[in-house]
């Protein structure tokens, strides 16, 4: 990025603030590090309200700079192939548009559109990449910081079409017009010249590369952050692997923890990897088979198709190197499926074709028992899932060589296996086909619908609900509940189980999970209802036997009724459910409002991240919240509100030093009563601790709250020495609904009269219409 854009964002932030626009300014100042930085969740909760807030004020360069950013995260971060290609092409042509066209981000759409295509299928776009990426280029001047990402895709895309040395000649042009321009090449830049190095052979250039990188960055001032530093490691090892030196690879190899988190360094990593195997330094086992699987499978949900496949090749040969005939045999079908996705097959085409060869060629393991044994064989020995998956698959063989229907037993068996090594397509596959020869066969229904709804897979779901139909609605409309439970469709989810109670009056498990969406949806009144229901159906479980176990209530149930009644304020129904539970309330009757503990509540912040408020839990499902908030948080200090009920994270043990000051932490459900409070903030040099207090203690006294932000780090200007600095305070003051902004100006006016150094709050000032121009004084002498 180069200062234009983001001189821009700082221009915009400011803007946007000044006019109260203020969750649109941070997500403006926020969103690039969390798309760098893998924040997904943040990223994904931030990116909607912020876009629709762009779109509402007619702002199209901020709406660019958002779904650019986004894009990024979903193409580097998550490396999605198809499933962002509608997104890419949709913000190349927006950022192309008159109004757009001249936003600095613009051309970072190209960037985009080039990624994007090349997760799908790098070799099988090299036309289309060359062409936008040559386009763009003759309107970016070397000195952007553009024109050094769009010259590394246009070097990755000549890689791509098989020739690094052309992409090395490249990238030698481009740092010499940048370094012309009186700029330096990125940190990124040293990772395309390393993979054009690596592909020739030139491992040593390759670390060179990354050294001379690493120092000029260094050297600019800057300091490589966590994302750099892994990237460097991963990058380093890999050629260290490539050169025999193993023992500097395994040192600079990222944990294998490390790569699950970081996709971006995935196909580095498993490279180096499979290098150190090939030198007898790294344990070829199952495990990590399984790993390479599950990655291989998640960029196959996203439609990343010849990285998918580069990955499958690469597990595949490790698989035949330890002898796991099933798996490779798996790998080999998922990188059939590949190809047909492919635009251009040379090369891998005869790959997987080898790898199949190869699979097929290796022996199949002796059955330790006779076939129709297996399964109790294999519950009792517990051998590891790929040597389970070899064994099921030997006697599914011999099924087959006798002209018998494979058992479901053992499919079932070999599904659950190839599932822990992390084949879960194939499962789907295999209990699809299974499914034919025994269609009634619930664990398999059951465990197919699981599968459908654990790979997202919509139209696999909508394909079981409807064979389901017919001999089972219930099974049908139960399958399509949890679907929409795990998409998010809250009003679907009641709906669908609505349907299933028509057929199965006494489910528990489904009023379970529509009183769950119903307090998702907010609607607190149909979530006790259900769960009345689910009490007046369940069985006493002192009198329920073993095999009615299911059926009955359990405690959860009673906590969840107690939380839903709270929310209706039906106090009646949370005593008689707190009764059942053991509580014992201080009043018979009425609202519950007691003092019990000291909790924290986890509440969600406008960024997208959730935070731990302080607060007095009042009864079982309610608190009263203890800080003076800002507009990040939607409560403010004296609010009650509604918790659920289950413990957030692990209880130390009892007796621990951290048993010692543990608070329970609780995630917040609904408002239920606000206190109405107005924050105003109070900025300034820190009065002597006597003072604070006195002045802390006179304005809660007054019915107002006043709640510490600052810590022992904060300091601020000295006047009377430009030199010194003194210590801080910066703290919210609440208003209380019974008092005006007048008043409580007034009240800190007197109060603080007789401070050495005053204290400013012009937002308050303002509101009071009081003189601003003197606390504007205060900001700039003490430099707040």
Same mark, same amino acid.
């Given at each position: 990025?180069?200062?234009?854009?983001?001189?821009?964002?700082?221009?915009?932030?400011?803007?946007?603030?000044?006019?109260?626009?203020?969750?649109?300014?941070?997500?403006?100042?926020?969103?690039?590090?969390?798309?760098?930085?893998?924040?997904?969740?943040?990223?994904?909760?931030?990116?909607?309200?912020?876009?629709?807030?762009?779109?509402?004020?007619?702002?199209?360069?901020?709406?660019?700079?958002?779904?650019?950013?986004?894009?990024?995260?979903?193409?580097?971060?998550?490396?999605?192939?198809?499933?962002?290609?509608?997104?890419?092409?949709?913000?190349?042509?927006?950022?192309?548009?008159?109004?757009?066209?001249?936003?600095?981000?613009?051309?970072?759409?190209?960037?985009?559109?080039?990624?994007?295509?090349?997760?799908?299928?790098?070799?099988?776009?090299?036309?289309?990449?060359?062409?936008?990426?040559?386009?763009?280029?003759?309107?970016?001047?070397?000195?952007?910081?553009?024109?050094?990402?769009?010259?590394?895709?246009?070097?990755?895309?000549?890689?791509?079409?098989?020739?690094?040395?052309?992409?090395?000649?490249?990238?030698?042009?481009?740092?010499?017009?940048?370094?012309?321009?009186?700029?330096?090449?990125?940190?990124?830049?040293?990772?395309?010249?390393?993979?054009?190095?690596?592909?020739?052979?030139?491992?040593? #250039?390759?670390?060179?590369?990354?050294?001379?990188?690493?120092?000029?960055?260094?050297?600019?001032?800057?300091?490589?952050?966590?994302?750099?530093?892994?990237?460097?490691?991963?990058?380093?090892?890999?050629?260290?692997?490539?050169?025999?030196?193993?023992?500097?690879?395994?040192?600079?190899?990222?944990?294998?923890?490390?790569?699950?988190?970081?996709? #971006?360094?995935?196909?580095?990593?498993?490279?180096?990897?499979?290098?150190?195997?090939?030198?007898?330094?790294?344990?070829?086992?199952?495990?990590?088979?399984?790993?390479?699987?599950?990655?291989?499978?998640?960029?196959?949900?996203?439609?990343?198709?010849?990285?998918?496949?580069?990955?499958?090749?690469?597990?595949?040969?490790?698989?035949?190197?330890?002898?796991?005939?099933?798996?490779?045999?798996?790998?080999?079908?998922?990188?059939?499926?590949?190809?047909?996705?492919?635009?251009?097959?040379?090369? *891998?085409?005869?790959?997987?074709?080898?790898?199949?060869?190869?699979?097929?060629?290796?022996?199949?393991?002796?059955?330790?028992?006779?076939?129709?044994?297996?399964?109790?064989?294999?519950?009792?020995?517990?051998?590891?899932?790929?040597?389970?998956?070899?064994?099921?698959?030997?006697?599914?063989?011999?099924?087959?060589?006798?002209?018998?229907?494979?058992?479901?037993?053992?499919?079932?068996?070999?599904?659950?296996?190839?599932?822990?090594?992390?084949?879960?397509?194939?499962?789907?596959?295999?209990?699809?086909?299974?499914?034919?020869?025994?269609?009634?066969?619930?664990?398999?229904?059951?465990?197919?619908?699981?599968?459908?709804?654990?790979?997202?897979?919509?139209?696999?779901?909508?394909?079981?609900?409807?064979?389901?139909?017919?001999?089972?609605?219930?099974?049908?409309?139960?399958?399509?509940?949890?679907?929409?439970?795990?998409?998010?469709?809250?009003?679907?989810?009641?709906?669908?189980?609505?349907?299933?109670?028509?057929?199965?009056?006494?489910?528990?498990?489904?009023?379970?999970?529509?009183?769950?969406?119903?307090?998702?949806?907010?609607?607190?009144?149909?979530?006790?209802?259900?769960?009345?229901?689910?009490?007046?159906?369940?069985?006493?479980?002192?009198?329920?036997?073993?095999?009615?176990?299911?059926?009955?209530?359990?405690?959860?149930?009673?906590?969840?009724?107690?939380?839903?009644?709270?929310?209706?304020?039906?106090?009646?129904?949370?005593?008689?459910?707190?009764?059942?539970?053991?509580?014992?309330?201080?009043?018979?009757?009425?609202?519950?409002?007691?003092?019990?503990?000291?909790?924290?509540?986890? *509440?969600?912040?406008?960024?997208?991240?959730?935070?731990?408020?302080?607060?007095?839990?009042?009864?079982?499902?309610?608190?009263?919240?203890?800080?003076?908030?800002?507009?990040?948080?939607?409560?403010?200090?004296?609010?009650?509100?509604?918790?659920?009920?289950?413990?957030?994270?692990?209880?130390?043990?009892?007796?621990?030093?951290?048993?010692?000051?543990?608070?329970?932490?609780?995630?917040?459900?609904?408002?239920?009563?606000?206190?109405?409070?107005?924050?105003?903030?109070?900025?300034?040099?820190?009065?002597?601790?006597?003072?604070?207090?006195?002045?802390?203690?006179?304005?809660?006294?007054?019915?107002?709250? *006043?709640?510490?932000?600052?810590?022992?780090?904060?300091?601020?200007?000295?006047?009377?020495?430009?030199?010194?600095?003194?210590?801080?305070?910066?703290?919210?003051?609440?208003?209380?609904?019974?008092?005006?902004?007048?008043?409580?100006?007034?009240?800190?006016?007197?109060?603080?009269?007789?401070?050495?150094?005053?204290?400013?709050?012009?937002?308050?000032?303002?509101?009071?219409?009081?003189?601003?121009?003197?606390?504007?004084?205060?900001?700039?002498?003490?430099?707040?």
């Amino acid at each position: 990025m180069t200062a234009d854009i983001w001189s821009w964002v700082h221009d915009t932030h400011r803007q946007l603030a000044e006019t109260g626009q203020h969750r649109l300014a941070d997500a403006l100042a926020e969103i690039a590090g969390h798309a760098v930085e893998g924040r997904n969740e943040q990223l994904d909760a931030m990116f909607p309200e912020a876009l629709a807030s762009a779109r509402a004020l007619g702002l199209p360069w901020v709406e660019v700079f958002l779904r650019h950013w986004r894009l990024q995260n979903l193409l580097n971060k998550r490396h999605q192939g198809e499933a962002a290609m509608s997104e890419a092409a949709s913000l190349l042509e927006f950022a192309h548009r008159e109004e757009t066209a001249s936003c600095p981000q613009s051309v970072c759409a190209v960037q985009d559109f080039t990624i994007c295509h090349a997760n799908i299928d790098g070799p099988g776009y090299v036309p289309e990449r060359l062409a936008v990426l040559e386009e763009a280029l003759q309107r970016v001047e070397p000195a952007r910081a553009c024109f050094d990402c769009l010259s590394r895709e246009y070097a990755d895309t000549l890689e791509d079409d098989g020739r690094p040395a052309d992409a090395l000649t490249y990238l030698d042009r481009a740092e010499t017009r940048i370094r012309a321009a009186g700029e330096r090449t990125s940190l990124s830049f040293a990772h395309s010249r390393a993979s054009a190095l690596h592909r020739l052979g030139r491992h040593q #250039d390759a670390l060179d590369a990354y050294d001379t990188a690493e120092r000029s960055y260094v050297a600019a001032g800057n300091r490589p952050d966590d994302d750099d530093r892994r990237k460097l490691s991963a990058g380093r090892a890999l050629q260290f692997a490539a050169l025999g030196r193993t023992d500097r690879a395994l040192e600079l190899l990222p944990d294998v923890e490390e790569a699950d988190r970081s996709p #971006d360094i995935r196909n580095r990593w498993s490279a180096a990897v499979e290098l150190l195997v090939a030198a007898g330094e790294f344990d070829n086992d199952a495990a990590l088979g399984a790993r390479l699987a599950s990655w291989a499978g998640e960029l196959d949900a996203v439609g990343s198709h010849r990285p998918c496949l580069d990955l499958v090749l690469r597990a595949g040969r490790l698989a035949l190197a330890r002898g796991a005939r099933e798996v490779a045999l798996t790998l080999a079908g998922t990188g059939e499926r590949k190809l047909g996705q492919l635009r251009r097959t040379a090369g *891998v085409a005869e790959q997987v074709a080898g790898l199949r060869a190869a699979a097929e060629a290796l022996p199949r393991p002796e059955l330790p028992v006779p076939a129709d044994e297996l399964t109790s064989w294999l519950a009792e020995n517990h051998p590891d899932p790929e040597t389970g998956a070899e064994l099921l698959s030997a006697a599914l063989a011999v099924a087959r060589a006798r002209g018998e229907q494979p058992d479901t037993v053992l499919v079932v068996n070999l599904a659950g296996a190839l599932g822990a090594l992390g084949h879960t397509r194939a499962v789907a596959e295999l209990a699809w086909a299974q499914l034919e020869l025994d269609p009634g066969h619930e664990y398999l229904t059951g465990m197919l619908g699981q599968l459908l709804i654990d790979a997202e897979d919509g139209e696999g779901i909508d394909r079981l609900a409807t064979r389901l139909a017919a001999a089972d609605p219930a099974a049908a409309h139960w399958l399509r509940a949890r679907w929409a439970s795990a998409q998010g469709r809250w009003a679907e989810v009641g709906e669908q189980c609505a349907a299933v109670l028509v057929h199965s009056p006494e489910a528990l498990n489904t009023r379970r999970l529509a009183a769950a969406a119903a307090t998702r949806r907010g609607d607190h009144a149909e979530a006790q209802r259900l769960y009345e229901e689910l009490l007046a159906h369940a069985l006493d479980p002192a009198e329920a036997g073993e095999e009615d176990a299911h059926r009955t209530v359990q405690e959860p149930d009673l906590w969840h009724l107690v939380t839903a009644a709270t929310a209706n304020r039906d106090w009646a129904a949370v005593r008689a459910a707190g009764a059942r539970i053991g509580i014992e309330f201080d009043t018979d009757s009425g609202p519950v409002e007691e003092q019990w503990q000291l909790i924290q509540l986890r *509440v969600p912040r406008a960024n997208g991240t959730t935070t731990d408020l302080p607060a007095v839990r009042t009864g079982p499902a309610t608190a009263r919240v203890l800080p003076v908030l800002g507009e990040d948080v939607d409560l403010n200090h004296g609010d009650i509100v509604v918790f659920s009920p289950a413990v957030l994270g692990d209880r130390p043990e009892p007796g621990s030093a951290e048993a010692e000051d543990w608070q329970p932490v609780f995630a917040f459900l609904t408002l239920l009563d606000p206190a109405g409070f107005t924050t105003y903030w109070i900025d300034g040099a820190c009065p002597e601790p006597e003072q604070w207090y006195a002045l802390r203690d006179a304005v809660r006294a007054a019915g107002h709250a *006043v709640w510490v932000y600052s810590g022992d780090q904060y300091r601020t200007n000295d006047p009377a020495d430009p030199e010194g600095s003194l210590p801080g305070i910066y703290a919210a003051l609440g208003v209380p609904p019974t008092a005006t902004a007048a008043e409580a100006d007034a009240l800190l006016t007197s109060l603080t009269a007789h401070l050495a150094h005053p204290l400013a709050w012009p937002a308050l000032a303002e509101a009071a219409g009081a003189d601003t121009a003197r606390h504007q004084k205060i900001v700039d002498d003490y430099g707040l």
